[in-house]
């Protein structure tokens, strides 16, 4: 069901190319979205045109480039009823296509993984030798930025924290104080860097952490957080809290 409404929009999509290529012959014609009708097919249109676009350039960021006056034609040819391949063909292209993109991302992926952990390694091996930077047993670094007097938590602690993340080249992928609200979370189900770093704070301090990939999100692709990256967090322990303060582990 999901291949063919993914078909049925591609369809859709090249059904819009097309009428794109033949009004370019033709003097444009003034758009008109002054009914909701109007508005709506309008934005089918605009739609199915945003995913087509998407589509093609995600293929060739991977490598894979699409003839699109063949992609066109070959929607016109089987609307006329005068396909060159038959419909048993293609699946089998098709069927082809999907497959060469799967090993062509996997490809991709696994390059940019070992990118982010060849990074990593040498990130963390000139951190180490910055004042100020201490390693623990496991890899987490960490940075006293201010030291607070209150208590420090145990893993099995509920944690009320002010925190920004950022990758090695300084994107930021999180942030608390972006968001202008503290983040409240039981210790021991975060990722192993921050369970071990929060123990090493008191608080009213503010660290920053260097955490290893190992014990980050690992060979997991997050989107925002490419597989195997060491991740920099800037961490401020406000409280220790109640079980039922807790928001659910991210």
């Known amino acids: 069901m999901k ?73 016109e040819d089987a609307l006329a009823g005068n ?10 292209v098709l069927t082809a296509l999907d497959t ?9 992926a696994k390059v940019e993984s070992e990118k982010s952990k ?23 670094q960490y940075e006293v930025l201010s030291e607070g007097d209150g208590e420090k938590p145990v893993a099995t602690d509920v944690v009320k924290v002010h925190y920004k993340g950022t990758l090695l080249d300084g994107t930021e992928f999180d942030s608390s104080y972006a968001r202008n609200e503290p983040t409240t979370f ?21 660290y920053k952490f260097t955490i290893p990939s190992e014990l980050a999100y690992g060979d997991r692709d997050l989107g925002k957080i490419p597989a195997n990256s060491t991740l920099v967090f800037d961490v401020e322990l406000l409280e220790i809290q109640n079980d039922e303060d807790a928001a659910p582990a991210k």
Request: charged residues 30%; proline residues 1%.
């Open 83 to 92: 396909a060159k391949i038959d419909e048993e063909k293609i699946r089998e």
């Open 186 to 206: 039981p210790l021991n189900r975060v990722i192993a860097g921050w369970t071990e770093g929060l123990q090493l704070m008191s608080v009213g301090s503010k």
């Open 118 to 140: 060849e990074a990593g390694v040498k990130y963390l091996a000139d951190n180490a030798k910055k004042e100020g930077v201490t390693v623990t047993e496991s890899g987490l």
């Open 100 to 108: 060469s993109v799967r090993t062509k991302q996997e490809e991709t």
């Open 3 to 75: 291949k063919t409404i993914k078909l049925s929009l591609i369809a859709a999509s090249v059904l819009a190319l097309t009428a794109c290529n033949q009004e370019a012959k033709k003097e444009q014609a003034e758009v008109k979205l002054d009914t909701v009708e109007q508005q709506q097919a309008y934005g089918i249109g605009a739609s199915v045109g945003n995913f087509l676009n998407k589509d093609l350039a995600d293929k060739t960021e991977i490598g894979i480039e699409l003839d699109q006056a063949l992609l066109i034609r070959g929607f």
